[in-house]
Every structure is written in structure tokens, then in C-alpha cells.
């Protein structure tokens, strides 16, 4: 045990010495190595408890991760290859994914315009990423400049998917799959059904006992409702119920069981944040002359939004990952082209690459909007929690 | 005042129901133009509900009020009209924890006067100079003192040129060292000529700057009265009560 510490620098209070048997060499003078024992002993080994957990996943991790670094490296067979090749190596066949990710990616799309889908896409993720940087609402310009942006590119992505200007082959919207389609599945999906939700919630609490009543019903009835039957009923039902002459996109049926369903999920989640917004403030905007839509979209929205952005990226994700769903009324989105890959005759009986791969795409779109969430959070989420 | 000169705020027969029970039970009371009117009574007399009432963000249920001749009725459509020129100070500030001091004071101006940014970012500026916080324009509400708070939310109300003004207990929410800025705001208002009702038990305030005290009880106003003669001899032991209870702390 070291017989001293050194004193105290002069005019700061003594500090307390460790309990003797923690004592190590002096403070300044520990190493990284000690450093880093000093965190294990506080992080994996501070109890009986938390020192069998710290051994049981680290046998967890000696079990499992050799295994898949074996299949998913060393085992693993890359292009040129063929089934047979895989099938003898044993491990991932990667050469399936580099013979068919296109076609998983981009479904039906004719590949020689396969650049179109993949531009597409590219430009929507710019324009999101650049939407969701909060400089760009700092000052009332940059917001015009936002919105007047969308529309034009909105239109431009439509020709691009689409054709028939400029030189470029039309290709019809049965044909588009893949990426493309679960990307505006979801946006669409998620841009109108938190519209949708914004109305619902404040019909809830709307002082109008029919809107009430007709806000509290649907939202409870699609609250009750598996996504899956809405989804076959708009499919399966929808074409019979409407006259012969009348038919909808199958894209449009989904499309609008999305939006109603997610809807519903959002607007309790809006109404919460509505729950908790002080009668104070809607009184201080009614005192000033606000009506109602402006004290609503100026005053109580704008809070409520910032309180309730956890829950909302949650059904975000939730709703992003439900789009496969549609594989049930036989849409080829992302999970239906990786199927599709499943019963490619020349790599028949490989399941897990293709789905191994669009796991990752959804891995990182979804990471990337909690990560966003937390730093929304971070920024705005103590702002709006006022009493 | 000349006798002719109508009041600015004219009540007759005002009545508030909650339910069973009758928080305002038949209200007269004018008010005139540049009268400085402190409202006081225990708690429950119905001096908020009055307040609310005076610029309709409640509802009355029976009697009329009229700010300078037109009938206040959310039926007629005008209490949306008048209640941009009424200002209002509340005991819990209620200042919009999103926007900035500032935004505070413009989004009204913007809104419903229509006023452009420049306009309404000078009148801002102007009233938050007034109660003695422009240096604090671009923070938000939450980082401010509660006086300084309510200083804002006076100024966000003074940003709209209300033709009157309405305080509901607009101290009793803050500390001790903190009441004597609000007060000199309010006081320094009250010199300007602006046409008051206070809601408040700072008989101090009363002293100073009111012309008239209105004592409430149970819905209906029992004594009104300039302060010297309100504070001089007091018959009413309800009175006598509220005055020795308010001192006693
Ligand atoms: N929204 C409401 N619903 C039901 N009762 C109410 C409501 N607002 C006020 N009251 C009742 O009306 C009566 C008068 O309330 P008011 O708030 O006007 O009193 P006050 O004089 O301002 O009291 P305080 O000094 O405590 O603020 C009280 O009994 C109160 O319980
Ligand atoms: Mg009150």
C-alpha cells in the first residue's frame, strides 16, 4: 500500500483518500492500463451477479461469433461460382446476392433503366437528408426555400420512375418493385397518415360531439384491426364492393390501408402530447386573438410535436418495416423481390442472402431515424416539457 | 370623466354558471376610460371567472357586456373581434415555451393585426424596452426569472395596443424579491393612462395606483370604493376578515 498521498494543492478542500484496500498507485500517475481495469472492475465485475452475466456473454460471444464469421467470411463463396460451389463450401453464398441484387433491389424495372429507380432514390434520400437538418429551418427563407424545393423534385423523381419525357422509355407502375416501391410506400405513408393524425387527434378533443364520436370510433376501430386484413380487405374486398367500371391501383389500395391504419396509431400518440399541454396556453393564445387554427398550428402543434418526437419516430419505424406486409397481397416491395430471389431456379434452395441483405437496408434506415429521433430529442425534447 | 363620456367597459346582470353553481351571481359594474379598477375578494369570489368573462374567453350566461357600446357574445360573433383588444396577464405567465422572448411579443402583432415583420419586430422591442427586458429578447421564456417572465407576457399583451388591459393575480405566482418589478411595470402602466383591472391582494399596489377597489364575494361585488375610503373605515366584517387575513400573510 503506497504510505502517501500527495497533499493537498494549496486552497483546494483534501480529497478523500480511496478505502484502503481499493488504494492504487497515486491519481496522477495511473496508466491507461490501470484505467481500463479500473472501468472493467466498475463495469463487468462489480458483484457476484454482474461478474456471471460479464462470463456468460462473453461464452455467448466465444459460441456464436467464430460460427458466423465462418459462414458469413471464411466459408464463404464469392462470385464466379454456381450452387453446386456454394452448396460444397458451406458458407455464405455471397455470389447469389451478386448475381441478383439488382433484381431485388429494383424489382420488375427493366435493368437497362435500372439507373433511373437507383437515381431516384438517391435524390429522395438527398432531399430527406437535407429536409431534416435543423439548420435548414432556422430562418423563414431557408423554410421557403424547403418547401418550394420538394415539389419540383417530387415531380422530377416521378418522370425519372415513370419516362415518356425526354428521350426516356415509359415504364409502367406495375413494373416498378423493389427499394423503390417500399421508399414511397412508407414516405407516402407516413407524409399523409401524420396528417391524417393531426386531424383525428383534434377531432378527438373537438368540442363537437359528432366529430368526437366519428374521431373516437375510427380510431379505435383501426386501433383493433391487424394491418393484414386491412390490407387483404382493401385488396380483396375494395375491387368487389365498388361497380364494375371503377377500379383502384392495387398500389392505391395499400397505399390507402397504410395511411388509414398508421393514422390512427400517430393520432394517439398526438394526443397525448395534446394531454399535456397546460390549459394555460390555450387560453394565452385565445387572449391574444388567435383563432383557433392559428393558436393550434402556432402554439399548441408546434409543442405537442416536440414532446411526443420518441413516440412518433417509433411508429415512424414501426410503419417503414410494415410496408412488407404487402407481400401478403403479392406486391413485389423489397421483401417480395428477396422471395422472388428465393425461387431463381438457378440458386434454388438459398433463403438467408437475400434476406440478409435487405435486413441490412432496413438496419439502416431504421437506426438512422432513431438516431435522428435522439437527436431531436436532444435539441428540442426538454424545450417543450413545460407545467 | 366628464358624466357623458360612456364607460369603457359597461356590466349589467352578469351571470357564470358551472354546473349547479353560480361563480358570478349578477355582476354590474363600468369602467371608465384611463380607470385604474383592482379587484380583490377571497379565494372562489369569482374574480378570475370575471376576468375571463370581461374579455370571453369564457362564455357568460346571462346579463350583457358591453366594451365601449358592442355587446361582448360569442353568439354575435364579436367576442373574437374585442378580445384582440383586451389584454391579458395571467398568474402563470403563460408565455409560448417554444418561441423566443421575442416571437413571444411578435406572433399576435403578426397573426391577427397582420402587422409585417419589421413593424412588429419594432413594436416588440419597443414594450419589452418598456418593462425593462429588450437584453433578453432572443432567449427563451423558460431561461428568464418568473419576473421576468411576467414582464414579458405584459409586454406580449401591450404588443397587440389593447384598450384594456386585465392582470389576474399576476404576482401571486412569483417570489417575494421578485413582485416589486412586476408592480413598478404595473405601476408606471397605470401612470401612462391605460385602463386597468387588477386582480391582486397587493394592497400596496391598490394604494398607489388604483382609483377604485372592487371587493367580491361569493359571485357578487359587495363594496366599491376609491382606496382611502375602501382602507378608512371598514363596516363589512367580511372585508375586515379578508384585509386582516391577507396582512396576517
Ligand atoms: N372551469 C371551471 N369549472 C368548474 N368550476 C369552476 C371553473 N372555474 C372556476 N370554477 C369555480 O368557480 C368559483 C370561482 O372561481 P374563480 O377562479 O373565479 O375564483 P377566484 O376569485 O379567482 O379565486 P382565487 O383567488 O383562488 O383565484 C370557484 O368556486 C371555482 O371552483
Ligand atoms: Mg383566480
Redesign the interface.
Known amino acids: 500500500m503506497p504510505a502517501a498521498f500527495p497533499p493537498p494543492a494549496h486552497g483546494r478542500p483534501p480529497a478523500l483518500p480511496n478505502p484502503p484496500d481499493r488504494a492504487g498507485p497515486p491519481r496522477v500517475e495511473r496508466g491507461l492500463v490501470q484505467r481500463n481495469l479500473a472501468w472493467a472492475r466498475a463495469n463487468l465485475f462489480a458483484g457476484p451477479w454482474n461478474t456471471l452475466l460479464t462470463l456468460l456473454v462473453v461464452a455467448l460471444l466465444l459460441w456464436t461469433v467464430p460460427a458466423l464469421l465462418d459462414w458469413a467470411v471464411f466459408d464463404a463463396t464469392l462470385a464466379p461460382a454456381d450452387i453446386g460451389l456454394c452448396m460444397e463450401r458451406g458458407g455464405a453464398c455471397w455470389a447469389m446476392l451478386q448475381d441478383t441484387w439488382r433484381m431485388i433491389l429494383f424489382g420488375p424495372y427493366p435493368p437497362a433503366e435500372h439507373w433511373r429507380p437507383a437515381l431516384a432514390v438517391g435524390l429522395f434520400a438527398l432531399l430527406v437528408v437535407i429536409s431534416l437538418v435543423p439548420a435548414m429551418w432556422l430562418t423563414a427563407g431557408r423554410r421557403r426555400l424547403l418547401l418550394a424545393v420538394w415539389p419540383p423534385t417530387l415531380l422530377v423523381l416521378a418522370v425519372l420512375m415513370h419516362g415518356g419525357v425526354a428521350g426516356l422509355p415509359v415504364v409502367e407502375t406495375r413494373l416498378w418493385g423493389g427499394l423503390p416501391l417500399t421508399v414511397i410506400l412508407a414516405s407516402v405513408g407516413i407524409a399523409f397518415a401524420f396528417l391524417l393524425s393531426l386531424v383525428l387527434a383534434l377531432g378527438r378533443q373537438s368540442s363537437m360531439p359528432v366529430v368526437r364520436i366519428v374521431c373516437i370510433a375510427y380510431i379505435e376501430l383501426m386501433r383493433g384491426v391487424p394491418l393484414i386484413t386491412l390490407l387483404l380487405m382493401a385488396s380483396i374486398l375494395l375491387p368487389l364492393t365498388l361497380p364494375a367500371d371503377v377500379t383502384i391501383h392495387p398500389y392505391l389500395r395499400a397505399q390507402l390501408a397504410f395511411i388509414l391504419f398508421f393514422a390512427a396509431y400517430m393520432a394517439e400518440a398526438v394526443r397525448g402530447g395534446l394531454q399535456a399541454i ?1 390549459r ?2 390555450y ?9 383557433y387554427w ?1 393558436s393550434m398550428t ?2 399548441i402543434l ?2 405537442v410535436l ?1 414532446m411526443i418526437i420518441p413516440s412518433m419516430v417509433n411508429i415512424f419505424i414501426s410503419a417503414f418495416k410494415d410496408t412488407s406486409l404487402v407481400i401478403v397481397i403479392s406486391m413485389l416491395d423489397l421483401l417480395g423481390t428477396a422471395k422472388a430471389a428465393t425461387s431463381n431456379p438457378q440458386w434454388w434452395g438459398l433463403f438467408i442472402e437475400p434476406f440478409a441483405f435487405i435486413s441490412a437496408i432496413y438496419l439502416v434506415v431504421c437506426s438512422a431515424m432513431s438516431w435522428y429521433s435522439r437527436l431531436l430529442e436532444r435539441r428540442y425534447g426538454t ?2 416539457a ?1 407545467d | 370623466m366628464t358624466e357623458q363620456a360612456p364607460p369603457l367597459v359597461r356590466v349589467r346582470g352578469l351571470e357564470k354558471r358551472f354546473g349547479d353553481y353560480r361563480a358570478l351571481a349578477g355582476i354590474d359594474l363600468d369602467i371608465a376610460r384611463g380607470e385604474r379598477l383592482v379587484v380583490c375578494g377571497p379565494s372562489g369570489s369569482g374574480k378570475s371567472t370575471l376576468a ?1 368573462c370581461l ?1 370571453g ?1 369564457e362564455p357568460h350566461d346571462a346579463g350583457r357586456i358591453l366594451i365601449d357600446g358592442m355587446p361582448l357574445d360569442e353568439e354575435l360573433g364579436t367576442a ?1 373581434e374585442l ?2 383588444s ?3 396577464v ?1 398568474q ?1 405567465f ?5 418561441l423566443s422572448v421575442l416571437e413571444n411579443c411578435t ?2 402583432p403578426r ?2 393585426l397582420r402587422l409585417g415583420e419589421q413593424e412588429a419586430h419594432r413594436r416588440a422591442m419597443e414594450n419589452l424596452e418598456r418593462v425593462g427586458i429588450a437584453d433578453q429578447a432572443a432567449k ?1 421564456p ?1 431561461r428568464l426569472s418568473g419576473g421576468q417572465q411576467q414582464r414579458v407576457a405584459i409586454a ?2 401591450l404588443c ?1 395596443r389593447p384598450r384594456l388591459m386585465l392582470f389576474d393575480e399576476p404576482t401571486s405566482a412569483l417570489d417575494p424579491e421578485m413582485v416589486k418589478e412586476v408592480l413598478d411595470v404595473m405601476i408606471e402602466l397605470a401612470q401612462s393612462g391605460m385602463t386597468m383591472v387588477c386582480i391582486t391582494h397587493e394592497m400596496g399596489f391598490a394604494r398607489a395606483a388604483a382609483d377604485r377597489i372592487v371587493f367580491m364575494d361569493q359571485g357578487r361585488i359587495i363594496r366599491e370604493a376609491p382606496p382611502k375610503t375602501f382602507f378608512g373605515d371598514q363596516q363589512d366584517p367580511r372585508i375586515r376578515r379578508f384585509l386582516a387575513d391577507i396582512t396576517a400573510g
Open positions: 397546460p394555460g396556453q387560453a394565452a393564445a385565445k387572449a391574444m386573438g388567435l383563432s392559428q402556432r402554439v408546434p409543442q416536440r424545450a417543450g413545460h | 375571463y374579455n374567453l373574437h378580445r384582440r383586451i389584454g391579458m395571467f402563470s403563460n408565455l409560448f415555451p417554444h406572433l399576435a397573426l391577427v427563451r423558460d406580449r399583451a397587440m
